[in-house]
């Protein structure tokens, strides 16, 4: 079945460096990929996406890349504020979400220190 | 415009009981569905309903069960509860639960004794 691995922290960095979160997925036909992230006390809520491949997804600086040769879509920011520590999510929607579920990595907990 | 509203958001139970958590969508929503956040198994789809229809069902026991109704609120029930349904049920609403964004309520935690 689909299946998401991503690196799960934690991740701990000062504010201003670069992050990169690498998330790989398992899938039969051709996923969506989504990004979400979780701050604390909060749900999820959706960070960028991409539906096909070499698609770009990019929102509030993070960007993610839609790699179909290397079965990956890895976060990253060039500038972390502290204001990004959070929780976030690799997930994919299998073909095109006609199974109306996401599949999600087990997340991963980023700390950005002042 | 208001967001995903679940109840009740936090809850404890004794083993063998049972729960019902509701979940109110988005308005203009038809897409409802469930998932079980936990500290080891992460998320975990339960299942989504679209136009009081389930239309997918995650891999969890038959004690887990869901209803939507006709104005898209949703609710979810899990009886004879064990000690290992500890956890945060987060219901999420879409316009039709296809690829498009799924938009999270902050969960209900349920703690069971």
């Known amino acids: 079945g689909d299946s998401v691995t991503q690196m799960e922290g934690p991740v701990t960095l000062s504010e201003e460096a670069f992050l990169t979160i690498n998330c790989t997925y398992t899938a039969t036909g051709y996923p969506s990929l989504f990004w979400y992230v979780q701050y604390p006390g909060e749900g999820l809520q959706l960070l960028l996406k991409?539906?096909?491949?070499?698609d770009k997804g990019s929102n509030k600086g993070f960007e993610a890349t839609y790699r179909k040769e290397t079965t990956s879509f890895h976060l990253e920011k060039g500038s972390v504020q502290v204001s990004d520590s959070a929780v976030y999510f690799c997930?994919?929607?299998?073909?095109?979400?006609?199974?109306?579920?996401?599949?999600f990595g087990k997340g991963t907990l980023l700390t950005v220190n002042p | 415009k208001a967001g995903v509203t679940q109840t009740p958001r936090y809850l404890i139970k004794t083993r063998g009981q049972q729960v019902t958590l509701s979940c109110s969508p988005i308005s203009g929503h038809r897409s409802v569905s469930w998932y079980q956040q936990t500290p080891g198994q992460g998320l975990q789809f339960l299942f989504e309903y679209f136009s009081e229809t389930q239309r997918n069902k995650g891999n969890f026991p038959g004690r887990f069960s869901g209803r939507q109704f006709s104005n898209s609120r949703s609710e979810m029930n899990v009886s004879t509860l064990e000690l290992g349904d500890s956890a945060l049920y987060l219901c999420?609403?879409?316009?039709?639960?296809?690829?498009?964004?799924?938009?999270f309520g902050e969960g209900s935690r349920l703690t069971v004794l």
């Open positions: 991409a539906t096909k491949a070499d």
């Open positions: 997930a994919l929607s299998e073909g095109g979400g006609s199974n109306y579920k996401l599949t």
């Open positions: 999420a609403s879409s316009l039709d639960g296809g690829a498009g964004e799924l938009f």
